[in-house]
């Protein structure tokens, strides 16, 4: 009985350590420790996410796209291989560094499927062209750490 009394007395205690950052106003409790969830870092981390092109427009040098975050399937199927782009969330707008690389393939840029390096106001064009087919294509993006795209990449799809 003497040892079940001490695990739930050891319990209790390190339960009280844990439950020290939980964040109720009551008497007994401590603030959280370590960063908070709320507390917003002066600099952000780059992150990589696949989305599909809704638009871009160019206005007083600058170029912002939207998009819409999706996922990407690959799909073998018995006579071919593809991948399947299913789009997840609502559309989003960033605005494209003027530095940012971005790759077009086949059937946006219309050449052959290997990826051609093009400037902000080629691929503005290129999206306003093929504005029906947008809804299907999909893209890697790299977001940098100033909240900037610097990398897009058309999946190739056939």
């Known amino acids: ?14 339960a009280g350590v844990l439950c020290g950052g939980c964040g109720h106003d009551r008497p ?14 002066p600099t ?15 206005a007083a040098g600058r170029t ?7 996922k ?16 997840t969330g609502p559309p989003t707008t960033l605005e494209l560094r003027p530095d940012a690389r971005i790759l077009l393939r086949v059937p946006l840029h219309g050449l052959d499927p290997t990826a051609d390096s093009v400037t902000p106001a ?8 093929n504005k029906s087919q947008l809804p299907s294509i999909g893209f890697q993006i790299r977001v940098g750490a100033d909240g900037r795209i610097t990398y897009l ?5 056939p």
Do not use: C, N, W
């Open 72 to 87: 990407v399937r690959h799909v073998v199927d018995d006579y071919s291989e593809y991948f399947k782009v299913t789009v």
């Open 28 to 41: 007994g409790h401590r603030p959280a420790v370590g960063p908070s969830a709320t507390r917003t870092s």
């Open 153 to 157: 990449e058309q999946i190739y799809q």
């Open 1 to 14: 009985m003497r040892v079940i009394r001490l695990r739930f007395a050891a319990f209790v205690a390190v």
């Open 64 to 70: 912002r796209v939207t998009y819409r975050p999706a």
């Open 44 to 58: 952000a981390r780059p992150r990589s996410l696949t989305g599909v092109m809704v638009g871009a427009d160019s």
């Open 122 to 129: 080629t691929f503005v064009a290129a999206l306003a062209r």
